[in-house]
Nanobody, 124 residues
Framework: QVQLVESGGGLVQAGGSLRLSCTAS????????MGWFRQAPGKEREFVAA????????YYADSVKGRFTISRVNAKNTVYLQMNSLKPEDTAVYYC?????????????????WGQGTQVTVSS
């Protein structure tokens, strides 16, 4: 059974940084694309970033481009989301997700497994 466990969330002031981690278990991590999504209160879950199986291709939502960086270390079964220049509108629960294909996608329905989420709160 595939399990995804996120960590690294917390409270930070606007302009600060956080790094989220997501560690996977239950299948060959290096074969599959990974993504990060977020959901703010009263809003739908939205795409943040995605990365292909090797880490050679990354994709970002326009709202985070230039501020967030997704990366992975396959030897550690871990994907990261480095978040810099955080804004209050980045406040949300952040979810890690895994696809059963090697190429990344920006739609939530393309992902098969999800973590439990980690809260990120950015104060103004």
């Amino acid at each position: 059974q595939v399990q995804l466990v996120e960590s690294g969330g917390g409270l930070v002031q606007a302009g600060g940084s956080l790094r989220l981690s997501c560690t996977a278990s239950g299948r060959t991590f290096s074969s599959y694309a990974m993504g990060w999504f977020r959901q703010a209160p009263g809003k739908e879950r939205e795409f943040v970033a995605a990365i292909n199986w090797s880490g050679s291709s990354t994709y970002y939502a326009d709202s985070v481009k230039g501020r967030f960086t997704i990366s992975r270390v396959n030897a550690k079964n871990t994907v990261y989301l480095q978040m810099n220049s955080l804004k209050p509108e980045d406040t949300a629960v952040y979810y890690c997700a895994s696809r059963s294909y090697s190429d990344p996608r920006s739609t939530a329905s393309a992902y098969d497994y999800w973590g439990q989420g980690t809260q990120v709160t950015v104060s103004s």
